[in-house]
């Protein structure tokens, strides 16, 4: 039985639910920009970086896309999603179990998120560093962020494994697109946003079961 050469993983959504956290500061940060955070909206960012998050919540809210105050209102999103953090990121069902069996089969693994590093960092404190050679996080890939393939073809580059032979993990459709224009493998297990199995990626329910003969068997 085959096991994957590498495995590159998001993060939020995917290994933790963490998109629960997010939706916490973005609804105060609608709120504190005097608007609400419509559904549509939330959808529209999960998966997505910083910047184009503030872009997609200013416009939504009608608000002038001034640079000035989509920094102020980031900067201020980024401080209280890491005061949730910091409370304890839950695991995703099943993604703790994924990792130590790659772990177990010697498998390398890397993160790759579109969150910036100083919240990544302190996510990992409950997921644990030691499960990961590399990681690539949204304010680490001059802007080319998912759904660009960049993210994953440098998160592919650190473990030294084309992106072609790489399982890529993934919740969102912008994260999918991204891993599947890079190459790889891709397997897509939807948080919050429903997405339908397609040419290029499968579709589970959950990560339950999932190790990493299962992983070695996708195509």
Not at 85 to 106: D, I, K, T
Request: glycine share 10%.
């Amino acid at each position: 039985m085959s096991i994957p050469a590498a495995v590159l993983w998001d993060m939020d959504g995917t290994l933790v639910d963490s998109e629960k956290l997010w939706d916490v500061g973005l609804r105060e940060l609608a709120e504190q920009l005097g608007g609400r955070l419509t559904q549509r909206t939330r959808d529209a960012v999960v998966g997505s970086n910083m910047d184009n998050t503030m872009r997609v919540i200013f416009t939504q809210l009608g608000l002038e896309l001034e640079p000035a105050a989509m920094d102020k209102a980031g900067v201020w999103l980024t401080e209280r999603t890491a005061e949730l953090f910091r409370q304890g990121v839950p695991w995703r069902p099943g993604a703790r179990e994924a990792l130590m069996s790659l772990r177990e089969h010697g498998v390398p693994m890397a993160l790759v998120t579109s969150t910036e590093r100083s919240l990544t960092e302190i996510a990992l404190d409950s997921i644990g560093r030691h499960f990961f050679v590399a990681s690539v996080c949204g304010d680490e890939v001059d802007g080319r962020n998912k759904p660009d393939p960049t993210p994953y073809l440098m998160g592919a580059s650190l473990v030294g494994v084309p992106a072609e032979r790489c399982v890529a993990v993934e919740d969102s459709l912008m994260g999918m697109r991204s891993a599947v224009a890079a190459g790889c493998t891709v397997l897509v297990v939807p948080a919050e946003v429903p997405i339908a199995t397609g040419d290029g990626w499968t579709v589970r329910d959950s990560l339950v079961g999932v190790d990493a003969y299962v992983l070695g068997r996708l195509r």
